[in-house]
């Protein structure tokens, strides 16, 4: 047993769900929670800015005692992960490696896909991680850059007319390539996973990275038998800009309040 | 005369809009720009970090020898220009009150709108101004948060559902008050002139805050003795992220390209 808490950082909200998903299936694990929202979005940057951004959200959830991070954030589990997992003695666990095994167990026809940030894209580390794991794989990648600022507009519901156009556009080639299981590879995106489900229809399976990461650590902390005594663990939230502002949105992504929890951190600081 | 540069800075590349105008009105001038394309959009953060922003690309811009900035940012315009005035010994010049001049003069009815980013809607900035020149003057504010990233999408022509819904959606109110004049209180915005043309109609006046603060500008160098020798004057453009990227860009807004004259800094040394 190790009662350590869980850090776990995004650029902003979207981390959120996977905080939800861990204390769905862990609810005893105390949890740290670090958004760099006065620095979001991270996934239009340059790799060299990503990676400056995640050492400092790193270094600042290492100023707490922790047994593990998840960085919840697909753009710099795309682009930095090894620099970080090489700098840091405790395990850090990232989107990309969980999401891509299920979707490589998931698949039927071999045909799968990926949509994320253009960052993420950009830097084939999907594309990467899925011909180690099965070279005979078809991969087809999309960056979809206006589905982040829309679900933090709350344009993520079927009916609206924005939102289902901009799916339509950004997923028309995946439908062609005939996929039949998605990555959504970007924790803002399971908010519209009712939205990108009635494009590409009832037959392709969507994989929400969060929740895969969030599984993949309950495994590793059960092998070094490292998960905290039952009981029911606490939550705290740092936000690099004003935390009532924080608060507002993060219930959008959480799916409870967490008024009275949410601390400002000077990342420049870190 | 008075033959050194101009500054110019914005959270991005929409001030770049306001450069065009610059070099188109005062082709003499050499131009230096600061986008802080490392951490845009400003349009959603706090006031305190907006300010701790705007005091680092103002310090970056002093580096040069300068007799005059442009804030073609709206967000800081909004937010901090006082701040920014006060603490520096040339003038400083935002686009607000040029725009609120320029929009005042123009109405016939008294009725005047301001569409704009959330954190300078929410500054209240633009209804201060006004009520200073006018208190008759019936004012709606209104922010389009959407409006930036669309933009940087290339979302922002005639024919596109998408930013047309967007503009219709947002604008509404603004058509029911009957404003004839409406101030685009983003230097991205005039971009998307045509779009947000289209569904005012031909009787509303638009006004360009980038075209109103560079003429603000040159009556206050000409009146102060301090406009450049004739001549054509060099333009250089600084980024905080990576220049390739900003180099893309750049084009969109400027209309010119700035291959080669774009170099990169680390703003958090400022």
Redesign the interface.
């Known amino acids: 047993m190790d009662q350590r808490a869980i850090g776990v950082f995004d650029s902003g909200f979207g981390g959120l769900t996977a905080v939800r998903r861990l204390r769905a299936i862990m609810p005893a694990e105390d949890i740290v929670y670090f958004g760099d ?3 979001v979005p991270y996934g ?3 790799r ?2 990503i990676l400056r951004y995640a050492r400092q959200d790193t270094r600042f959830l290492r100023s707490f005692d922790l047994k593990a991070i998840v960085v919840a954030c697909g753009t710099v589990s795309s682009n930095c992960l090894d620099v970080l997992a090489a700098e840091n003695d405790i395990p850090i666990i990232g989107v990309v490696e969980p999401a891509v095994r299920s979707a490589a167990a998931l698949t039927r026809n071999r045909r799968v896909g990926v949509i994320a940030t253009r960052a993420s894209i950009g830097s084939g580390a999907y594309e990467r991680a899925f011909r180690r794991l099965d070279e005979a794989l078809e991969v087809t990648s999309l960056a979809c ?2 589905f982040v ?2 679900v ?2 709350g ?1 993520c519901r079927p009916g609206d ?2 939102i289902e ?2 799916a339509e556009q950004y997923l028309a080639p995946m439908r062609e390539k005939g996929v039949d299981t998605l990555v959504l590879g970007c924790t803002h995106y399971p908010l519209l996973a009712e939205v990108i489900g009635n494009v590409m229809g009832p037959e392709v399976t969507l994989v929400d990275v969060g929740a895969e990461s969030a599984a993949a650590l309950r495994a590793l902390l059960q092998e070094r038998d490292a998960l905290a005594p039952e009981g029911t663990g606490a939550a705290e939230y740092y936000t ?3 935390a009532a ?1 924080f608060q507002r949105l993060a219930s959008l992504f959480l799916g409870e309040d967490v008024t009275g929890q949410v601390g400002q951190v000077d990342i ?1 600081k870190y």
């Open positions: 929202t006065s620095r239009n940057r340059s060299d800015t850059p206006l600022p829309l933090e507009e344009r007319i924005v156009t901009v690099s800009d004003r502002d420049t």
